[in-house]
């Protein structure tokens, strides 16, 4: 199974998990790179979109909807939330470009077609997760409290040396309350570029049990299984999730082995 879609050296700016030898049943994640001035214009069909400035500043037009200046930071590695634009099912997008502009396109099944939406940064929570090395800061771009029919959306920046996604834990049951059945995808980018990261995929029975080394601009595919994130010395890491699955709520498993990472430590009993 191909769980890693390296970005195209020769091509950089494009990036489509629907490439995949086996695409995932309910994510989508595009990445699209648009040069000041560049126009595109597409249909959402039967997916809700979830469009990320990842970089860059854009107009973008969402059925007869327009959003103006969409966008701030103009790299992802600047840590301020993004601006995004939320895109029901059906409808016709354009984007326009004031500057470069890199965008992740994230999608999932759309069925209800909520209205557009500009998900500014004051709307997005920020938050940190862990401790000492399992440190990692988070953006919740699109969370479940938020109106949408699948979609879920998140960034996430792990310090050089640290580890992100960790203890190991999963989400492929469909066994409410105690864990959902997510599809999920990792667009990682590395600071500096010219790094690499590591991402572990495994099952219990170790049906997958992949490990992977990952580039600036790649993107990692989770059908299934633990996937813990680690960011070597030296490299900052920032990663987009998408995550979808039949029912839009995100509750998981910590791998076994690790449950002990997660009690709280002697020194903190005392």
């Known amino acids: 199974m191909q769980l890693l879609l390296k970005a195209a050296r020769d091509q950089p700016q494009t990036l489509d998990t629907a490439q995949a030898e086996q695409a995932l049943d ?25 469009l990320v400035m990842l970089s860059g500043k854009a107009d973008i037009t969402v059925g007869d909807t327009t959003f103006e200046a969409v966008g701030q930071r103009m790299s992802v590695f600047e840590q301020i939330p993004p601006h995004a634009v939320y895109v029901p099912n059906d409808a016709r997008f354009e984007v326009h470009a004031l500057t470069d502009v890199e965008l992740g396109i994230c999608g999932a099944p759309g069925k209800s077609g909520h209205a557009p939406r500009h998900i500014t940064p004051e709307h997005i929570k920020q938050s940190t997760r862990g401790e000492g090395a399992n440190v990692r800061h988070v953006h919740d771009i699109l969370p479940e409290t938020e109106p949408a029919d699948s979609l879920l959306v998140v960034e996430v920046y792990t310090p050089a040396g640290n580890w992100s996604s960790y203890p190991p834990h999963k989400h492929d049951e469909d066994n409410l309350p105690a864990e959902s059945f997510l599809e999920e995808s990792y667009y990682h980018r590395l600071n500096p570029g010219s790094g690499f990261g590591f991402q572990r995929v495994y099952t219990d029975d170790r049906s997958i049990d992949e490990a992977i080394a990952f580039g600036d601009g790649d993107c990692v595919l989770v059908p299934k299984g633990y996937h813990p994130v680690g960011a070597p ?36 009993q005392e």
């Not at 214009?41 to 979109?49: F, H």
């Not at 699955?245 to 002990?260: C, I, S």
Request: hydrophobic share 30%; charged share 30%.
């Open 233 to 268: 010395y030296g490299h900052d890491l920032y990663y987009l999730n998408v995550m979808a699955g039949p029912k839009r709520e995100w509750k998981f498993t910590t791998d076994p082995d690790f449950a002990w990472l997660t009690q709280p430590s002697k020194r903190s």
């Open 26 to 50: 309910y994510v989508r994640f595009r990445h699209r790179g648009l040069a000041e001035g560049e126009r595109v214009s597409e249909t959402s069909d039967d997916q809700e979109l979830c």
